[in-house]
């Protein structure tokens, strides 16, 4: 049994099953990144709320409040990751370059897209701030994508590069314009590029996966000094990731235009396969170089990834070690000792001991929560019923009772 809504909609109860799989997620991007050097931290998970909305595009309505009334103060429950570690940054008494992990609780109300989905969630986002050069970038896709690997049931296709500076070098907020207006992207451009340079940046635009040496050669065709710019930065990301990753899973989408309220220039996204099939990005990411700023007006350089461990958490297939119960029908402390006995014999398995009238037993063999649990019945007259899912495993523990 992994969850169940609560009274609550979009809030869930979460159970075993998803409290392990979610603790293994974290654990993975917790090795493969302190590999490039990331520490693990926790923000807080309530913040300043008019401070918190005014560093976000994020209408005041997807936010949830907390009042602290003896205070006659508001705050905002955490629903970004990014936002809150970029805050705790702002915050430092010295800036020095650092490289964190964090897995959080994240809240957002915003239209359910999905059947299944949670308002309240859980998120890994690894960051760094103070570090200009685009190698941490490639070492956050990297930890990333070979921490995405090690997860039975899944498979990580590739990776895409983005940069929606590529437009907003010609206007600000021009990729928003695209993003959000019913405007064709030669209307958009003409004002700016030459038609040769339309032509191009047209045809990347109406692709969704662009090959990293199609790129290459099409950029060499761009007139334009500053989009040429901006899509050689790409191209300097790419250097770097690839002395990591192979070349053909990596990927330049140009319509990509999703977080333009949120990254600065370079974004970037994973994606994974589902065993049932389904491709879509499960990790995203991207420079976030003036989020510090919002909080203290000092730059500071950012750059973040952030991967739906919750949604992952539903996918990857996960072995969790065998669970042992012994069933008592009545416990006094002469069998809870001789139960303890039994338990330390299985110190090398999850034995636990539970007290539950024989009459009712089928209940827990039914029940969900105990689906993966094995059973050792002690009768009131001292005689044992064994229940496994296994025989090799019965077998197993029943000579090292008998030993």
Excluded at 155 to 167: A, H, M
Excluded at 281 to 287: K, L, S, V
Aim: glycine share 4%.
């Amino acid at each position: 049994m992994n969850n169940r809504e609560s009274k609550l909609t979009g809030f869930y109860d979460v159970f075993e099953e998803e409290v392990e799989k979610i603790n293994h997620i974290h654990n993975v991007f917790v090795e493969e990144s302190e590999k490039f050097g990331f520490q693990q931290m926790k923000t807080a998970m309530v913040e300043h709320r008019k401070k918190y909305l005014d560093a976000t595009d994020v209408h005041y309505t997807k936010i949830f409040e907390v009042h602290r009334v003896k205070e006659e103060s508001v705050y905002a429950l955490q629903s970004d990751l990014a936002l809150s570690m970029s805050r705790c940054i702002a915050n430092l008494p010295q800036q020095i370059p650092v490289k964190w992990i964090q897995e959080g609780v994240l809240f957002r109300d915003r239209i359910p897209t999905y059947k299944g989905y949670r308002r309240q969630f859980n998120q890994v986002l690894l960051g760094a701030w103070g570090i200009e050069s685009a190698y941490v970038d490639a070492e956050i896709i990297v930890a990333t994508w070979r921490g995405l690997q090690r997860f039975k049931g899944i498979k990580v296709e590739f990776v895409q590069l983005s940069n929606k500076n590529i437009f907003d070098v010609l206007e600000k907020d021009l990729s928003k314009k695209l993003r959000f207006e019913d405007i064709s992207i030669e209307e958009i451009l003409g004002k700016y590029l030459c038609n040769n340079d339309i032509e191009i940046i047209k045809y990347l635009y109406e692709k969704d996966k662009i090959n990293m040496e199609l790129l290459i050669s099409l950029i060499l065709k761009i007139s334009n000094k500053l989009v040429k710019q901006e899509f050689i930065k790409v191209l300097d990301l790419y250097e770097y990731v690839k002395n990591f990753l192979p070349a053909d899973c990596i990927y330049f989408s140009l319509s990509n235009l999703y977080g333009t309220g949120h990254y600065s220039s370079l974004n970037y996204k994973i994606f994974i396969r589902t065993k049932s099939g389904d491709i879509f990005d499960i990790a995203d990411g991207g420079r976030i170089d003036d989020m510090v700023s919002k909080f203290n007006k000092v730059n500071v350089l950012g750059v973040c990834m952030g991967i739906g461990t919750t949604v992952l958490s539903q996918e990857i297939e996960y072995e969790i070690e065998d669970r042992i119960m012994i069933l008592v029908e009545k416990i006094d402390v002469k069998i809870y000792k001789n139960c303890l006995e039994l338990a330390n014999k299985l110190s090398g398995y999850h034995c636990s001991v539970f007290e539950f009238p024989y009459k009712k037993i089928k209940k827990f063999f039914k029940h969900e929560l105990y689906s993966r649990h094995n059973y050792i019945i002690v009768r009131l007259d001292g005689s044992m019923e064994y229940r496994f899912s296994s025989v090799a495993l019965k077998n197993k523990i029943k000579s090292i009772l008998d030993s």
